[in-house]
C-alpha cells in the first residue's frame, strides 16, 4: 500500500463526503516508482515526466497518435479459424482467445487503418502486447498481408508497429508459417517501391523479430525497448558468458548498425511524417 492510497484517498474521500474516487486516477512508473496523475501520462503518450520511462502503450493508442488529429479508418481484417489444432493445456485456447478479445476489445493482436500522416497518405499496422502478449498467428500473419495489399492499392507507405512475445505456440506450426508469409508481405511492399517502415517496441521477441520486424526500410526503436530472438538468460546459458550491459536494448542495437534510430514517443509522429516525406517525394514527382 502506498501513501496515496492510504492517506491522501480517505483525505479526499473526507473532503468529498461519500463521492466515491475512482481507482485509476493514478499510475506508478514502473522505473522510477513515481505517481502520475493519468490526464498528465496521456498527454505524455505514456511517458513518465520524471524519468522518461516509455510505459507499454495499446495498439489503438499507436494508430491515435500516428494519424493526423487522430482522424483514421480501420479495416476489417480477414477471419481465420480460431482453434485449428484444438489446443488445450490448463485452458482451452479458444477461452484464452475469449478473456483476450474481452479484455482488449479486439479480434486478435493486431489492429490496421489508413489515413493522413503529415497530410500524406500512409497504412498503420499496430501490434497490441495486451492480446497474448502480441504472439503470432493466423490472424496477425492474415492481417499484415492485408496491410500490405492496402498499401500497395492505395500507393502509400506501410508503418508497423511491432510488439511481442513472438510465435504463437497454441497454433503449432501454423504460427511459424506466418513468418515467411509476413516475409513476402514485406516484399510485396517493396517491390511496389514503396516504403516499409517498422517501429520497434518494448518488447520486440522471438519468431516477429525473426522476419517482418527486421526487414524494414528504415528500422526506429523507442528508447530502452527490448528487441531480441531469444531473452537473455536463454543466451547466456548457451554462449556461458556474460552478455555485454544493454544487450538487447535499442541504444545497443543502435550503436551496433542493427537499426537506423531511437526516438522519443514524442518525437515520433513529426519524424514518421518526415520521412514519408523523403521516401515518398520521388514516386510522387514522376507521377505528376
Known sequence: MSWLTEFVRPKIRTLLGRTEVPDNLWRQCPDCQQMIFHTELAAAKKVCPHCGHHMRATAADRLAWTFDDGVFTKIDLPKVVLDPLKFRDQKRYVDRLREAQNATKQDDALLVAHGLVGGLRAVVAAMESGFMAGSMGAAVGDGLVAAAKLAVLQA???????????????????????????????????????????????????????????????????PKAMIGFAGPRVIEDTVRQKL??????????????????????????PMLARLIEMLTVTKRAAAA
Open 156 to 222: 502509400a507507405p506501410l508503418i508497423i508497429y511491432t510488439t511481442s512475445g513472438g510465435a504463437r505456440m497454441q497454433e503449432g506450426a501454423i504460427s511459424l508459417m506466418q513468418m515467411p508469409r509476413t516475409t513476402i508481405a514485406m516484399q510485396m511492399v517493396k517491390e511496389a517501391a514503396l516504403p516499409v517502415i517498422i517501429v520497434l517496441t518494448d518488447p520486440t521477441t522471438g519468431g516477429v523479430t525473426a522476419s517482418f520486424a527486421m526487414l524494414g526500410d528504415i528500422q526506429i526503436a523507442e
Open 244 to 269: 555485454p550491459e544493454g544487450f538487447q536494448r535499442a541504444e545497443y542495437l543502435f550503436e551496433h548498425g542493427i537499426i537506423d534510430m531511437v526516438v522519443k514517443r514524442g518525437d515520433l509522429t
